[in-house]
T-cell receptor, first 119, second 114 residues
């Protein structure tokens, strides 16, 4: 079946630095990818929707300059947390969906998530 | 706008007992409803989905859910809990059948007692 890989699974960084998280669709072409943020004991909050080759659509209240999303290819989307601060510490999860036939088509597949800790 | 409320952030049942995880939704149009399971350090896995066909939906691992429009509910059940069912469960709603742009409930942690 469809597989989505996130890397790194865990990252610790110093306050003020930037961190990049990758989301890859391993066996299908992901026309659309979604980025979520999950707070402890809370639900997943949709941050943005990215379509390959176009700018991401951010949800209300999400700072697009803080959370840079790039979807440059049909198998890769990246989330960069710029000038990270402790309040950005969270679990970030991506999901991807493809079109057409084959695995990943019309099926939303989630990555395992990336836990960011900002010191 | 859609929203989802899961009653009970933590549910504990004995092995072999009935599992009931509650989910109520709010939507201005007929919704598509989903249940996902999240095991520790893993991504979300789709258990089942309601897409306006049969109101009783059967999913993987013996789970099922019933869509009740009059009660705006989509509760998840399993007749007999297994230790491997211990996980976090999320109910979600979407206006799109393909589960794009999901709105999630806050999640329910299921613990199974031996």
């Amino acid at each position: 079946g469809a597989v989505v890989s996130q890397h790194p699974s865990r990252v610790i960084c110093k306050s003020g630095t930037s961190v990049k998280i990758e989301c890859r669709s391993l066996d299908f072409q992901a026309t659309t990818m979604f980025w979520y943020r999950q707070f402890p004991k809370k639900s997943l909050m949709l941050m943005a929707t990215s379509n390959e080759g176009s700018k991401a659509t951010y949800e209300q209240g999400v700072e697009k300059d803080k959370f840079l999303i790039n979807h440059a290819s049909l198998t890769l989307s990246t989330l960069t947390v710029t000038s990270a601060h402790p309040e950005d510490s969270s679990f970030y999860i991506c999901s991807a969906i493809g079109t057409g036939g084959g695995s990943g088509a019309n099926v939303l597949t989630f990555g395992a998530g990336s836990r960011l800790t900002v010191l | 706008a859609q929203s989802v409320t899961q009653l009970g952030s933590h549910v504990s049942v004995s092995e072999g007992a009935l599992v009931l995880l509650r989910c109520n939704y709010s939507s201005s149009v007929p919704p598509y409803l989903f249940w996902y399971v999240q095991y520790p350090n893993q991504g979300l896995q789709l258990l089942l989905k309601y897409t306006s066909a049969a109101t009783l939906v059967k999913g993987i691992n013996g789970f099922e859910a019933e869509f009740k429009k009059s009660e705006t509910s989509f509760h998840l059940t399993k007749p007999s809990a297994h230790m491997s069912d211990a996980a976090e469960y999320f109910c979600a709603v979407s206006l799109v059948q393909g589960a794009q742009k999901l709105v999630f409930g806050q999640g329910t942690r299921l613990t199974i007692n031996p």
